[in-house]
């Protein structure tokens, strides 16, 4: 049970790890980021199929193959989570485009307040 977890999540991760890699292109606040988690994703699972592959389970032999991709997705984790920590305060949301407040004395004559812009997040 433990065996097929651990492949089902580690290949979760690194798919997930590719994904991001790849939807960070629309953003180049995360363009330094990128490469980092493609290449983190395909190793993620590159050690996770020679885990899967059975004997001689590579290099690290019995469940190393699984302790070192684990090891990349919580290396991405803490990298990624520094990267955000680091980032000022209200910059990881921008506004769409098209939904921004429209500027106070616009000439709307009932004095109104202008709905609230959407927000999204930028990955």
Known sequence: MHYL???????????GLLLLGTSMVRDPRWARYRAYSILSGLLVLGASVVELAGPPYGPLG??????????LILLWL??????LTRQPAGT???ETRGSSPAPAGDGDSDGAAAPPSRLTAPL
């Open 78 to 83: 803490m990298v990624v989570g520094i990267r």
């Open 5 to 15: 977890g651990s492949i089902l999540g580690l290949f979760g991760g690194g798919v």
């Open 62 to 71: 019995f469940g190393g193959m699984e302790r070192l991709a684990l090891a």
């Open 92 to 94: 990881l949301l921008r």
